[in-house]
Nanobody, 120 residues
């Protein structure tokens, strides 16, 4: 079992930055991690993923070059740095743990989400 808690969301102007944090408790070892987001009326979408070692990362085309995923296994934490934010990035952001770290991987555990709102 893995429990995930996201933090760091908030209101920011377009062009600004935020850093989201996902803190894990329970059995964290070996899991790939992903960040997803969902905005009202839209399906949840994959944003970024990172392998257990951190050597592998994967980004959605919509955030490539603007967002950076990283992890600190000693701190049981995964980060998502959001730069050059756009109003269309507004969503609830979720972190998830699973066997893989790509969009089609199976994610078993999910956090409760943190709201990111980007004003124009």
């Amino acid at each position: 079992q893995v429990q995930l808690v996201e933090s760091g969301g908030g209101l920011v102007q377009a062009g600004g930055s935020l850093r989201l944090t996902c803190t894990a408790s329970g059995t964290f070892s070996g899991y790939g991690m992903g960040w997803f987001r969902q905005s009202p009326g839209k399906e949840r979408e994959f944003v970024a993923g990172i392998s257990w070692s951190g050597s592998g990362t994967y980004y959605a085309d919509s955030v490539k070059g603007r967002f950076t995923i990283s992890r600190d296994n000693a701190r049981r934490t995964v980060y998502l740095q959001l730069n050059s934010l756009k109003p269309e990035d507004t969503a609830v952001y979720y972190c998830a743990a699973g066997a893989g770290w790509r969009p089609t991987s199976r994610y078993e555990y999910w956090g409760q989400g943190t709201q990111v709102t980007v004003s124009s």
